[in-house]
């Protein structure tokens, strides 16, 4: 046997085995700005799970509403109360709870359509690429708060989980022409080739060796998709066609004051400072995971 | 004996906006068992299509013509469909590639590719295919190949995923191994290592090898028969000693002389003039005839046939005919005409 070797010497020392989601997460923690991001966003993450835990009133309960309406914030509120008389306070946080949710579900819909036709379309090719691709720029063609509003208008008192589907269907178009991309430049790559020489099927070859190699963009693209989703559910959620009463989510509880928004200041205020924060944190990371992965 | 592989006729055709490419254009070889063969050629020759045309992995618009036949364990592998087809790549005929970073799959470890090519064609369980792996991977002389088949192949040095290719190709003791270029991308004291330990896989276990290379030197080291391409066709076949020593063919003889010779004091190497003409317009006569230090009138005209020009040696050229013509040589009709002209 030619046995061991020089070329061994070289990498001896045995590293541990690093993939690359682990070399994301390691980046991430190296880097203070995005280090802050992730627990901040930890923290309210946190704050949505355990909302029924944290949250000192029911978020819809409606105590006195003469006597308990419009407070301003103090020791017993401390984000005031809305013109039903409701904590807001505790909306905000349950608020947390719905308005991450809508943006994982939503998201997670937009990553399953469109990894399925970015990669179906880049896969196979030729004329059904073309034709799967035009369509694709038909619809990205229509700007997405116009689509949602048309559904929206058209079918009113939505269930969330129809609001969610929405979301997410009108928001795959971009992150399939990434999958698309990737597909087309992997498929020919030498290791597709090696696979196939060594007697996998199409099948196999898509999701065993083009689809992981996808993970570092879809990864990026579902980070900054939360965020976009959390500001569309609330921008919907303002003009009072988003999550409907008397569930809260950051949106309608600034829809709630909106009418009088100079006077109950604390009712956009707050619910406007998580929401910010929550998007400003998704980008960060999103952007540095960004970084890792292009450096690459 | 029949031969292990017996290519005849094979045409793969590459049909483009430009024109028809004739890549491979009518190779008839054969492979017998336990046999080392070598294709030697200049970039652009067909050696590396005709090794994809007998795995059939050639992608349109490149096609296998009609009427060429790839014999293999009694199969015709041209009209075999594709699940038998699947069946006999990484299993009965497998391949080593070049590019030992490219050819490995980035995002999963060496251990997980090497043990897939058995969950392919095995039937067996992922824990007895990762002990096969590493089995393999110890076969292939990686040392500690427990952890090391836990690494990903950035972690891993040229040669060591060049191993692990051969691990890969190795795994299900295939019958042939077609090695396209498998030292080019190494360091030259590594590129010993790997052929070494290929010949030493290939007596072990008596597997046949297709060695692809555009290195005389790989196939003066590794090989017991070599055939030379030249603008998709063979132009000269011979055993190794023989081809050495008479090489018939012009331009077997300016690869040669185009080799660096230690010892001898050369400032400049020797090349061959000119360049492989496009496959979509191969000259209609003899393909090498501009670049032939020898060519008179009749090459431009006539296709040569492969003359016999000694036992078991093949030629594609009409020197077989006048030979007193080799001591005429000139300036090739490239130069003549001025560089480029072709």
């Known amino acids: 046997m030619p046995g061991q ?86 909306r905000v946080i349950y608020g947390a709870r719905l308005s991450l949710m809508i943006g994982i579900l939503a998201t997670l819909v937009s990553l399953t359509f469109g990894v399925a036709y970015g990669a179906t379309a880049g896969y196979a090719g030729g004329v059904i690429d073309a034709i799967m691709m035009r369509f694709l720029d038909a619809l990205l063609s229509i700007p997405r708060l116009l689509l949602l509003l048309g559904v929206l208008v058209a079918w009113p008192h939505l269930s969330i989980g129809s609001l969610i589907v929405f979301l997410g269907l009108t928001g795959w178009f971009g992150l399939s022409r990434i999958v698309r991309g990737q597909v087309l430049a992997l498929k020919h790559a030498e290791f597709v080739t090696a696979a196939e020489a060594l007697g996998a099927s199409r099948r196999r070859i898509l999701v065993r060796h083009l689809l992981p190699n996808l993970v570092s963009p879809i990864v990026v693209a579902a980070t900054l998709g ?49 929401m910010v924060t929550t998007v400003m944190t998704l980008n960060v990371l999103g952007e540095s995971l960004r970084d890792v992965y292009e450096r690459r | 004996m029949t031969p292990l592989l017996s290519i005849r006729d094979l045409r793969t055709y590459f049909h483009t906006e430009a024109g028809v490419a004739r890549s491979v254009d009518g190779v008839s070889f054969d492979i017998g068992e336990g046999e080392t063969v070598g294709i030697v050629g200049e970039s652009g020759c067909g050696k590396s299509v005709t090794a994809l045309s007998i795995l059939r992995l050639i992608q349109p618009p490149g096609r296998i013509e ?141 597997t046949s090898i297709l060695m692809i290379t555009h290195d005389l030197g790989v196939i003066a080291e590794t090989t017991s028969r070599v055939i030379v391409m030249y603008a998709g066709e063979i132009v000269e076949e011979a055993n190794v000693t023989e081809l050495f020593a008479h090489p018939h ?94």
């Not at chain 2, 790839?70 to 015709?76: A, L, V, Y």
């Not at chain 2, 496009?278 to 296709?303: I, K, M, N, Q, V």
């Open chain 2, 66 to 206: 009609p009427g060429s036949r790839i014999e293999f364990e009694g199969k015709d592998l041209v009209t075999l469909d594709d699940d038998a087809m699947r069946d006999i790549r990484g299993n009965r005929i497998s391949m080593i590639f070049q590019e030992p970073m490219s050819a490995l799959n980035p995002v999963f470890t060496v251990g997980d590719q090497v043990a897939e090519v058995m969950r392919v064609h095995g039937g067996v369980s992922r824990r007895q295919a990762w002990d096969r792996a590493v089995e393999t991977l110890a076969l292939t002389g990686i040392p500690s190949p427990e952890e090391r088949a836990k690494q990903y192949p950035h972690q891993l040095s040229g040669g060591m995923r060049q191993r692990v290719l051969i691990a890969m190709a190795l795994i299900m003791k295939p019958a042939l191994i077609i090695a396209d270029e498998p030292t080019t991308a190494l360091d030259v004291t590594i590129q010993a290592q790997i052929l070494d330990l290929l010949l030493n896989l290939q007596k072990e276990f008596g």
């Open chain 2, 249 to 342: 063919h012009p331009y077997t003889e300016g690869l040669m002389r185009s080799m660096p010779h230690i010892g001898h004091d050369t400032e400049r190497l020797n090349v061959i003039p000119g360049t492989v003409p496009a496959p979509t317009s191969w000259p209609r006569g003899c393909r090498f005839f501009e670049r032939c230090r020898y060519s008179w009138d009749l090459p431009e005209h006539e296709h040569p046939p492969l003359y016999d020009v000694g036992s078991n040696h093949k030629s594609r050229c009409h020197l077989a005919k006048e030979p007193q013509r080799r001591n005429q040589p000139h300036e090739p009709l490239v130069i003549r005409e001025g560089a480029g002209a072709a």
């Open chain 1, 226 to 274: 939360i965020a976009h989703v959390i500001v569309l559910e609330a921008g919907l959620s303002y003009l009072g066609i988003g999550v409907p009463q008397p569930l809260a989510s950051w949106g309608n509880i600034i829809y709630d004051g909106a009418d009088q928004i100079a006077r109950l200041w604390w009712m956009s205020l707050f619910p406007g400072l998580f």
């Open chain 1, 5 to 90: 070797t020089q070329d061994s010497a070289r990498t001896d020392s045995v590293k541990p085995r690093e993939s690359p989601l682990a070399l994301g997460v390691r980046v991430i923690l190296r880097k203070r700005s995005s280090r802050v991001a992730l627990f901040v966003l930890g923290v309210i993450v946190l704050i949505g799970v355990l909302a029924p835990l944290i949250a000192p009133y029911d978020p819809s309960a409606q105590p006195d509403i003469v006597a308990a309406k419009d407070l301003p914030p103090s020791i017993a509120h401390p984000f005031g109360t809305d013109p039903y008389s409701r904590d807001v306070l505790s």
